[in-house]
Protein backbone atom coordinates (compact mmCIF):
# COMPACT_ATOMS: atom_id res chain seq x y z
CA UNK A 1 0.00 0.00 0.00
CA UNK A 2 1.35 3.72 -0.76
CA UNK A 3 -0.86 5.47 1.95
CA UNK A 4 1.80 6.38 4.04
CA UNK A 5 2.44 9.18 0.91
CA UNK A 6 -0.61 10.49 2.08
CA UNK A 7 -0.53 14.59 3.26
CA UNK A 8 -2.51 13.02 6.22
CA UNK A 9 0.99 10.98 7.02
CA UNK A 10 3.49 13.85 6.24
CA UNK A 11 3.86 16.76 8.85
CA UNK A 12 5.35 19.95 7.47
CA UNK A 13 8.37 21.07 9.43
CA UNK A 14 10.54 24.18 9.61
CA UNK A 15 14.06 24.07 9.96
CA UNK A 16 15.37 25.50 13.16
CA UNK A 17 18.28 27.07 11.50
CA UNK A 18 16.96 28.20 8.45
CA UNK A 19 13.42 28.46 8.58
CA UNK A 20 12.41 26.82 5.18
CA UNK A 21 9.23 24.99 5.41
CA UNK A 22 9.72 21.07 4.62
CA UNK A 23 7.44 18.46 3.90
CA UNK A 24 8.71 15.23 5.25
CA UNK A 25 6.89 12.27 6.98
CA UNK A 26 6.37 12.09 10.51
CA UNK A 27 8.02 8.92 11.18
CA UNK A 28 11.89 10.33 9.70
CA UNK A 29 12.23 13.21 11.38
CA UNK A 30 14.98 11.84 13.22
CA UNK A 31 16.85 11.22 10.14
CA UNK A 32 15.15 14.48 7.89
CA UNK A 33 17.42 16.94 6.67
CA UNK A 34 16.58 20.21 5.52
CA UNK A 35 16.32 20.65 1.52
CA UNK A 36 18.03 23.98 1.82
CA UNK A 37 20.82 24.11 4.74
CA UNK A 38 21.22 20.18 4.69
CA UNK A 39 21.03 20.33 7.99
CA UNK A 40 19.28 17.54 10.44
CA UNK A 41 15.21 18.80 10.70
CA UNK A 42 14.60 18.54 14.69
CA UNK A 43 11.78 20.00 16.84
CA UNK A 44 14.31 21.91 19.15
CA UNK A 45 14.44 25.29 19.04
CA UNK A 46 17.27 26.94 17.79
CA UNK A 47 18.50 30.48 19.32
CA UNK A 48 19.11 33.66 17.24
CA UNK A 49 21.03 36.14 19.28
CA UNK A 50 20.03 39.85 18.59
CA UNK A 51 22.46 41.82 20.30
CA UNK A 52 25.49 39.78 21.14
CA UNK A 53 28.31 41.27 22.03
CA UNK A 54 32.26 39.69 21.48
CA UNK A 55 32.69 40.70 25.36
CA UNK A 56 30.23 38.24 26.11
CA UNK A 57 32.17 35.16 24.68
CA UNK A 58 35.49 36.28 24.38
CA UNK A 59 37.83 33.94 25.79
CA UNK A 60 39.78 35.67 28.73
CA UNK A 61 43.41 34.58 27.20
CA UNK A 62 42.36 36.27 23.61
CA UNK A 63 41.81 39.42 25.16
CA UNK A 64 45.13 39.10 27.58
CA UNK A 65 47.36 38.22 24.38
CA UNK A 66 45.67 41.17 22.25
CA UNK A 67 46.11 43.75 24.65
CA UNK A 68 49.59 42.81 25.10
CA UNK A 69 49.91 43.07 21.16
CA UNK A 70 48.26 46.25 21.78
CA UNK A 71 51.25 47.99 23.86
CA UNK A 72 53.72 46.95 21.27
CA UNK A 73 55.08 50.42 20.02
CA UNK A 74 54.63 51.06 16.24
CA UNK A 75 52.36 47.26 15.92
CA UNK A 76 49.41 49.68 14.14
CA UNK A 77 51.48 51.65 11.65
CA UNK A 78 53.71 48.43 10.71
CA UNK A 79 50.29 45.98 10.17
CA UNK A 80 48.68 48.48 8.09
CA UNK A 81 51.77 49.15 5.90
CA UNK A 82 51.70 45.59 6.03
CA UNK A 83 48.49 45.05 4.86
CA UNK A 84 48.65 47.84 2.33
CA UNK A 85 51.60 46.44 0.61
CA UNK A 86 49.83 42.68 0.71
CA UNK A 87 46.65 44.53 0.12
CA UNK A 88 42.99 43.41 0.39
CA UNK A 89 42.86 43.30 -3.45
CA UNK A 90 45.45 40.65 -3.53
CA UNK A 91 43.17 38.35 -1.36
CA UNK A 92 40.50 39.04 -3.34
CA UNK A 93 42.15 38.35 -6.80
CA UNK A 94 43.50 35.15 -5.67
CA UNK A 95 40.15 33.40 -4.49
CA UNK A 96 38.41 34.84 -7.21
CA UNK A 97 41.07 33.55 -9.82
CA UNK A 98 41.34 30.13 -7.84
CA UNK A 99 38.66 28.96 -5.96
CA UNK A 100 34.76 28.85 -6.13
CA UNK A 101 32.24 31.27 -5.04
CA UNK A 102 28.98 30.34 -2.79
CA UNK A 103 26.23 31.60 -3.93
CA UNK A 104 22.37 31.33 -3.31
CA UNK A 105 22.94 29.31 -6.79
CA UNK A 106 26.53 27.57 -6.48
CA UNK A 107 26.37 25.29 -3.25
CA UNK A 108 22.99 27.05 -1.77
CA UNK A 109 23.64 24.76 1.27
CA UNK A 110 26.82 26.25 2.29
CA UNK A 111 25.43 29.34 1.37
CA UNK A 112 22.40 28.78 3.91
CA UNK A 113 25.03 27.70 6.44
CA UNK A 114 26.59 30.29 5.82
CA UNK A 115 23.34 32.35 6.70
CA UNK A 116 22.64 30.88 9.41
CA UNK A 117 26.20 32.11 11.14
CA UNK A 118 25.90 35.04 10.11
CA UNK A 119 21.82 35.52 11.23
CA UNK A 120 22.76 33.69 14.86
CA UNK A 121 25.72 35.96 15.48
CA UNK A 122 24.80 38.64 14.25
CA UNK A 123 26.90 39.71 11.08
CA UNK A 124 26.80 41.04 7.56
CA UNK A 125 27.31 38.28 5.35
CA UNK A 126 31.04 38.00 3.95
CA UNK A 127 31.92 36.07 0.75
CA UNK A 128 32.55 32.48 0.98
CA UNK A 129 34.91 30.60 -1.13
CA UNK A 130 35.89 27.21 -1.53
CA UNK A 131 39.57 26.15 -2.38
CA UNK A 132 40.59 22.75 -3.75
CA UNK A 133 43.21 21.69 -1.02
CA UNK A 134 43.54 18.72 1.08
CA UNK A 135 44.51 20.02 4.11
CA UNK A 136 41.38 19.76 6.27
CA UNK A 137 41.18 23.89 7.25
CA UNK A 138 39.16 26.89 6.55
CA UNK A 139 40.52 30.97 7.18
CA UNK A 140 38.98 34.65 7.18
CA UNK A 141 41.14 37.30 5.77
CA UNK A 142 40.70 40.68 4.52
CA UNK A 143 40.61 44.29 5.90
CA UNK A 144 37.97 46.44 4.87
CA UNK A 145 35.70 43.17 3.50
CA UNK A 146 36.52 40.18 4.89
CA UNK A 147 36.46 36.80 3.03
CA UNK A 148 36.25 33.17 4.06
CA UNK A 149 37.82 30.48 2.16
CA UNK A 150 36.93 26.67 2.75
CA UNK A 151 39.22 24.35 2.09
CA UNK A 152 37.68 21.49 -0.67
CA UNK A 153 38.58 18.28 2.10
CA UNK A 154 36.79 20.09 4.87
CA UNK A 155 34.04 19.76 2.92
CA UNK A 156 33.85 16.33 1.98
CA UNK A 157 35.16 14.69 5.53
CA UNK A 158 32.88 17.01 7.91
CA UNK A 159 28.90 16.29 8.37
CA UNK A 160 26.73 18.94 7.55
CA UNK A 161 26.69 20.13 11.38
CA UNK A 162 30.53 20.54 10.92
CA UNK A 163 31.01 22.22 8.32
CA UNK A 164 28.17 24.73 10.18
CA UNK A 165 30.85 24.94 13.16
CA UNK A 166 33.66 25.58 11.09
CA UNK A 167 31.92 27.97 8.99
CA UNK A 168 30.00 29.69 12.71
CA UNK A 169 33.99 29.65 13.39
CA UNK A 170 35.38 31.92 10.88
CA UNK A 171 31.94 34.11 11.21
CA UNK A 172 33.64 34.73 14.24
CA UNK A 173 36.56 35.98 13.77
CA UNK A 174 34.54 38.57 11.87
CA UNK A 175 32.11 39.22 14.92
CA UNK A 176 35.03 39.32 17.18
CA UNK A 177 36.67 42.01 14.98
CA UNK A 178 39.92 40.00 14.44
CA UNK A 179 39.67 39.88 10.74
CA UNK A 180 42.81 42.75 10.34
CA UNK A 181 45.61 41.05 12.94
CA UNK A 182 44.32 37.59 12.00
CA UNK A 183 44.64 38.48 8.54
CA UNK A 184 48.35 39.72 9.39
CA UNK A 185 49.08 36.56 11.65
CA UNK A 186 47.84 34.47 8.70
CA UNK A 187 50.88 35.86 6.76
CA UNK A 188 53.14 34.98 9.09
CA UNK A 189 52.73 31.80 8.91
CA UNK A 190 52.57 31.23 5.39
CA UNK A 191 56.18 32.83 5.18
CA UNK A 192 57.23 30.85 7.49
CA UNK A 193 56.68 27.81 5.37
CA UNK A 194 59.97 27.05 3.87
CA UNK A 195 58.30 26.98 0.15
CA UNK A 196 57.60 30.41 0.56
CA UNK A 197 60.22 31.83 2.74
CA UNK A 198 62.37 32.76 -0.43
CA UNK A 199 59.21 35.08 -1.52
CA UNK A 200 58.93 38.88 -1.48
CA UNK A 201 56.44 39.10 0.32
CA UNK A 202 58.65 37.18 3.32
CA UNK A 203 61.23 39.79 3.05
CA UNK A 204 58.50 42.77 3.38
CA UNK A 205 57.30 40.90 6.46
CA UNK A 206 60.69 40.93 8.66
CA UNK A 207 61.61 44.19 7.24
CA UNK A 208 57.79 45.88 8.32
CA UNK A 209 57.54 43.79 11.45
CA UNK A 210 60.21 42.85 14.33
CA UNK A 211 60.42 39.84 15.83
CA UNK A 212 58.53 41.17 19.06
CA UNK A 213 55.61 42.25 16.81
CA UNK A 214 55.74 38.45 14.85
CA UNK A 215 55.85 36.63 18.45
CA UNK A 216 53.07 38.64 20.05
CA UNK A 217 50.96 38.39 16.81
CA UNK A 218 51.38 34.73 16.72
CA UNK A 219 50.77 33.93 20.47
CA UNK A 220 47.39 35.98 20.27
CA UNK A 221 46.10 34.54 16.71
CA UNK A 222 46.34 30.94 18.40
CA UNK A 223 44.28 32.16 21.53
CA UNK A 224 41.90 34.09 19.33
CA UNK A 225 41.21 30.27 18.13
CA UNK A 226 38.95 29.62 21.85
CA UNK A 227 36.77 32.79 21.34
CA UNK A 228 35.92 31.76 17.97
CA UNK A 229 35.39 27.83 19.09
CA UNK A 230 33.25 29.52 21.54
CA UNK A 231 31.09 31.46 18.44
CA UNK A 232 30.90 28.42 16.80
CA UNK A 233 29.22 26.51 19.85
CA UNK A 234 26.90 29.50 19.90
CA UNK A 235 25.65 28.48 16.36
CA UNK A 236 26.11 25.02 16.54
CA UNK A 237 24.50 25.07 20.41
CA UNK A 238 26.06 21.48 20.83
CA UNK A 239 28.95 21.54 22.52
CA UNK A 240 29.59 17.19 20.21
CA UNK A 241 29.37 18.87 17.06
CA UNK A 242 32.33 21.43 17.74
CA UNK A 243 33.91 18.13 19.76
CA UNK A 244 33.64 16.14 16.91
CA UNK A 245 34.75 18.97 13.88
CA UNK A 246 38.10 19.18 16.47
CA UNK A 247 38.20 15.32 16.21
CA UNK A 248 38.61 15.05 12.39
CA UNK A 249 40.85 18.09 12.49
CA UNK A 250 42.66 16.28 14.43
CA UNK A 251 42.61 12.81 12.61
CA UNK A 252 42.28 13.56 9.36
CA UNK A 253 40.82 10.39 7.63
CA UNK A 254 41.76 8.57 10.33
CA UNK A 255 39.23 10.52 12.69
CA UNK A 256 36.68 7.78 11.23
CA UNK A 257 38.23 5.32 13.38
CA UNK A 258 38.77 7.34 16.43
CA UNK A 259 37.03 6.50 19.53
CA UNK A 260 34.92 10.35 20.32
CA UNK A 261 34.40 9.82 23.95
CA UNK A 262 38.01 8.52 24.13
CA UNK A 263 39.08 11.78 22.40
CA UNK A 264 36.85 14.11 25.19
CA UNK A 265 39.45 11.77 28.09
CA UNK A 266 42.29 13.10 26.43
CA UNK A 267 41.00 16.48 26.07
CA UNK A 268 40.11 16.36 30.10
CA UNK A 269 43.67 14.84 30.41
CA UNK A 270 44.94 17.53 29.08
CA UNK A 271 43.78 20.40 30.85
CA UNK A 272 45.20 18.64 33.96
CA UNK A 273 48.51 19.14 32.92
CA UNK A 274 47.87 22.58 30.84
CA UNK A 275 50.82 24.28 31.02
CA UNK A 276 50.72 27.89 28.85
CA UNK A 277 54.03 28.90 28.60
CA UNK A 278 54.73 25.28 27.46
CA UNK A 279 52.37 25.56 24.93
CA UNK A 280 54.11 28.45 23.47
CA UNK A 281 57.47 27.22 23.12
CA UNK A 282 55.91 23.98 21.43
CA UNK A 283 54.10 26.00 19.21
CA UNK A 284 57.33 28.62 18.35
CA UNK A 285 58.80 24.40 16.63
CA UNK A 286 55.74 23.38 14.74
CA UNK A 287 54.51 27.01 13.26
CA UNK A 288 56.86 26.07 10.51
CA UNK A 289 54.84 23.33 9.75
CA UNK A 290 52.41 25.95 8.33
CA UNK A 291 50.09 24.58 11.17
CA UNK A 292 47.06 27.18 11.84
CA UNK A 293 44.66 26.25 13.46
CA UNK A 294 46.66 24.26 16.15
CA UNK A 295 45.88 22.02 19.07
CA UNK A 296 42.06 20.41 18.36
CA UNK A 297 42.71 18.72 21.75
CA UNK A 298 43.65 21.69 23.70
CA UNK A 299 41.03 23.78 21.93
CA UNK A 300 38.10 20.86 22.82
CA UNK A 301 39.26 21.18 26.50
CA UNK A 302 38.54 24.90 26.60
CA UNK A 303 34.99 24.50 25.28
CA UNK A 304 34.14 21.71 27.50
CA UNK A 305 35.46 23.99 30.26
CA UNK A 306 33.35 26.99 29.40
CA UNK A 307 30.04 24.61 28.92
CA UNK A 308 30.52 22.94 32.15
CA UNK A 309 31.43 26.68 34.03
CA UNK A 310 27.77 27.37 33.49
CA UNK A 311 28.99 30.91 31.34
CA UNK A 312 28.09 29.16 28.26
CA UNK A 313 24.24 28.58 29.73
CA UNK A 314 24.05 31.65 31.00
CA UNK A 315 24.65 33.15 27.68
CA UNK A 316 22.27 30.70 25.85
CA UNK A 317 19.20 31.58 28.97
CA UNK A 318 19.46 35.18 28.38
CA UNK A 319 18.56 34.66 24.47
CA UNK A 320 15.33 34.76 23.14
CA UNK A 321 14.56 31.35 21.34
CA UNK A 322 13.81 32.14 17.57
CA UNK A 323 10.17 32.20 16.31
CA UNK A 324 9.34 29.14 14.72
CA UNK A 325 7.16 30.44 12.28
ZN1 LIG B 1 17.45 24.51 6.90
ZN1 LIG C 1 40.12 30.42 13.38
Partial sequence: MADNGNLSDSAAVRCRYCGQLNQTRSAENG????????????????????????????HPADSRALAALRTIPGIDSALKKLLAVTGESAIRVIFTASAVKVTPQQCPDLYAKLQIACTTLGVD?????????????????????????????????????EVLAVVAHEVGHIHAEHVLYLTAARLLEAVANVALAAAPVAQIVTQLLSGTMRAALLAWA????LSCDRAALLVTQDADVIGRAMMKLCGGTFASKVDYDEFLKQARDFQKNYDEKALDRFWADIIASGLSHPFPVWRVSEILKWTESGEYGRLMDGVQESAAA
Avoid at 222 to 225: C, F, L, N, S
Fill in 31 to 58: AAKCGRCRLPLSDKPHKKFADLSKHDYV
Fill in 222 to 225: RRAE
Fill in 125 to 161: MPELFVQQNPVVNAFTGGVERPVIVLHSSLIERLTDE
